[in-house]
């Protein structure tokens, strides 16, 4: 099976690569530029127009696109374009790509995300009852703007003239892993620091996934072709920022963390050049297709993920 990864270059492509590879699949990563020496093809591609790289879609299986500019920036007129841009472009050159070639691939999974659900603290957002919101009220104009690309991004994938490629919006949350970089790797530094308490008042709900959990989740999507359409790409166990917190500290072995109130957030947000929407909107989602398919979690809890997810960074500055 020849799998390509476009925009692979990155923490989660890089995941998927080491996996799928280890699987005996021939795997081959679109990037910006090569990456001689890996176990993977590697093979250029500029993320918005057709080129050589094409031929890599043709005859392939599947191709999983996760290229889009990170989003924790501050939402300037440049920085939005780019946003976009980055996400429906690549996501329409993808799928000129299959509607090119001879043989298509039976299975297109985008990249989308979770954040296409409303703001909320009530009832969680599954993909078949979960509020996708045109604007909402009495929230901040970026968070509008975020849902807009949101679905933006997802209407590019339904766009494309692909009839005979199953389609599978990826609507992921936060991926915790123990990488350099990661959200876990920035949460763990606050908790390491004395500043990992609660964000704002700590009711806003954190939606999560184990890396081994999307890993094996992007298997599943691979392997159970009955499933197409938005998926969410969660744990079934979204907790409170406050509880999120608690835990991760309990697992680090701190026993206090300072909180940081909105006003903080907002002022530390405008210095590191970020958005307070990445901490402290509510993203109550659950994985509803996910768990009707069958599929298992490894780590369905914050507790016992934040546990492994310590251990491992540990292990991973000790050998390093």
Same mark, same amino acid.
């Given at each position: 099976?020849?799998?390509?990864?476009?925009?692979?270059?990155?923490?989660?492509?890089?995941?998927?690569?080491?996996? /799928?590879?280890?699987?005996?699949?021939?795997?081959?990563?679109?990037?910006?530029?090569?990456?001689? @020496?890996?176990?993977? &093809?590697?093979?250029?591609?500029?993320?918005?127009?057709?080129?050589? $790289?094409?031929?890599?879609?043709?005859?392939?299986?599947?191709? %999983?696109?996760?290229?889009?500019?990170?989003?924790?920036?501050?939402?300037?007129?440049?920085?939005?374009?780019?946003?976009?841009?980055? &996400?429906?472009?690549?996501?329409?050159?993808?799928?000129?790509?299959?509607?090119?070639?001879?043989?298509?691939?039976?299975?297109?999974?985008?990249?989308?995300?979770?954040? %296409?659900?409303?703001?909320?603290?009530?009832?969680?957002?599954?993909?078949?009852?979960? =509020? =996708?919101?045109?604007?909402?009220?009495?929230?901040?104009?970026?968070?509008?703007?975020?849902? @807009?690309?949101?679905?933006?991004?997802?209407?590019?994938?339904?766009?494309? !003239?692909?009839?005979?490629?199953?389609?599978?919006?990826?609507? %992921?949350?936060?991926?915790?892993?123990?990488?350099?970089?990661?959200?876990? #790797?920035?949460?763990?530094?606050?908790?390491?620091?004395?500043?990992?308490?609660?964000?704002? #008042?700590?009711?806003?709900?954190?939606?999560?996934?184990?890396? !081994? #959990?999307?890993?094996?989740? =992007?298997? $599943?999507? =691979?392997?159970?072709?009955?499933?197409?359409?938005?998926?969410? %790409?969660?744990?079934?166990?979204?907790?409170?920022?406050?509880?999120?917190?608690?835990?991760?500290?309990?697992? $680090?072995?701190?026993?206090?963390?300072?909180?940081?109130?909105?006003?903080? /957030?907002?002022? @530390?947000?405008?210095?590191?050049?970020?958005?307070?929407?990445?901490?402290? +909107?509510?993203?109550?989602?659950?994985? @509803?297709?996910?768990?009707?398919?069958?599929?298992?979690?490894?780590?369905?809890?914050?507790?016992?993920?934040?546990? #492994?997810?310590?251990?491992?960074?540990?292990? +991973?500055?000790?050998?390093?």
């Amino acid at each position: 099976m020849k799998i390509v990864i476009a925009g692979g270059s990155g923490f989660l492509g890089r995941a998927l690569a080491r996996s /799928l590879s280890g699987a005996g699949r021939e795997v081959v990563v679109l990037s910006r530029s090569p990456a001689p @020496g890996l176990p993977w &093809r590697t093979a250029v591609w500029d993320a918005m127009s057709p080129g050589p $790289w094409m031929a890599e879609i043709d005859g392939a299986d599947a191709v %999983i696109n996760l290229a889009g500019r990170t989003v924790n920036c501050r939402y300037s007129a440049a920085h939005r374009r780019q946003i976009v841009d980055s &996400r429906t472009r690549s996501t329409r050159v993808i799928g000129e790509a299959i509607a090119r070639a001879s043989r298509p691939p039976s299975l297109w999974l985008q990249a989308a995300t979770a954040t %296409i659900y409303a703001h909320r603290y009530d009832t969680a957002n599954d993909e078949t009852s979960g =509020i =996708i919101p045109d604007t909402e009220p009495g929230v901040p104009e970026t968070w509008n703007f975020s849902t @807009g690309v949101a679905r933006t991004w997802e209407k590019a994938l339904a766009d494309a !003239d692909a009839p005979r490629t199953r389609k599978v919006a990826l609507r %992921i949350g936060i991926v915790m892993g123990a990488e350099p970089g990661t959200a876990f #790797d920035v949460l763990l530094g606050l908790v390491r620091r004395g500043l990992g308490g609660r964000a704002g #008042d700590g009711r806003q709900f954190v939606s999560w996934i184990h890396e !081994d #959990d999307f890993v094996a989740a =992007i298997g $599943w999507l =691979i392997e159970h072709p009955e499933i197409s359409g938005p998926v969410n %790409i969660v744990s079934p166990g979204p907790v409170p920022n406050a509880a999120f917190m608690r835990e991760l500290r309990r697992a $680090w072995g701190v026993r206090f963390g300072l909180p940081a109130a909105r006003w903080m /957030l907002e002022i @530390g947000a405008f210095f590191l050049r970020t958005e307070t929407e990445l901490v402290l +909107k509510s993203r109550r989602v659950v994985p @509803g297709r996910l768990l009707e398919s069958g599929f298992a979690f490894k780590f369905p809890d914050w507790p016992a993920a934040a546990a #492994d997810l310590c251990a491992r960074w540990r292990l +991973k500055r000790t050998s390093a």
